[in-house]
């Protein structure tokens, strides 16, 4: 039986979500007690959802437009994720603005990958910022979600070179391969109780450590 729970919320196509149940798959989690319990988007169109059936994982939509307000919506949200009583709360590609009453209610098991090099690039249009910037190093992070748009601690990041011509998408598209090694290890981490939160603190041994800094000539 199951008892470390993972619960994916996931707002398009869904390809950290994919990832991860690919990682899953591959190194038996069950075996460990980990298991996926359930896909939920806030839109009922996410081409990831339709992935998470084809797969044969339960899915949930909470549409975020059919409710009055932001409060309405988590409340919802937060009903129908704690049904499976998770460990561990994935935001992969989730596109909502969380309140701190959604926040705090999974104080250290919600975690975030963010497409740069935290604290560097907060919000949207990461690529093209990072271009614009003239930074030679670019990455994605996984965090603890904190009341901070993208401001809460740092669990794990990669590191991918910016080489000349990158276009967003070029960019884009090395540093997703990354998302997709670096995100199943973190939440796997997380999950088996490895990766803590303390204090605001994350808390972890060496060699998880190791294993959450990762640069592009690594894999
Ligand atoms: C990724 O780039 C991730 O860093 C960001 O949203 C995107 C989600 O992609 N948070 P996908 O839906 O997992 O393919």
Redesign the pocket.
């Known amino acids: 039986m199951a008892n470390k729970k993972i619960v994916i919320l996931?707002?398009?196509?869904?390809?950290?979500?994919?990832?991860i149940a690919q990682a899953a798959q591959r190194e038996n989690w069950a075996q460990e007690g980990i298991e996926i319990a359930c896909v939920v988007s806030n839109r009922p169109e996410a081409a990831?959802l339709e992935r998470a059936r084809e797969l044969g994982y339960e899915t949930a939509v909470v549409d975020h437009k059919a409710y009055p307000d932001r409060v309405a919506f988590e409340k919802a949200l937060i009903e129908v994720i704690d049904r499976y009583d998770p460990a561990v709360v994935v935001?992969?590609?989730?596109?909502r603005i969380l309140t701190d009453c959604f926040v705090n209610h999974y104080d250290g098991r919600i975690l975030?990958?963010?497409?740069a090099l935290l604290p560097l690039f907060k919000g949207l249009d990461t690529h093209q910022r990072a271009i614009d910037a003239g930074v030679r190093i670019h990455g994605?992070t996984v965090h603890f979600v904190s009341a901070e748009l993208d401001g809460g601690a740092i669990i794990g990041q990669a590191a991918v070179p910016v080489v000349p011509g990158d276009d967003a998408d070029t960019l884009?598209h090395r540093?997703?391969k990354l998302?997709h090694v670096l995100y199943p290890r973190a939440v796997k981490a997380v999950a088996a109780g490895e990766v803590v939160l303390k204090d605001n603190r994350v808390e972890m041994p060496a060699h998880v450590v190791q294993q959450l800094a990762l640069f592009s000539n690594e894999i």
């Open positions: 996931i707002s398009g196509r869904g390809s950290n979500f994919v990832a990831g935001l992969a590609g989730f596109m975030n990958i963010h497409p994605c884009a540093a997703l998302e």
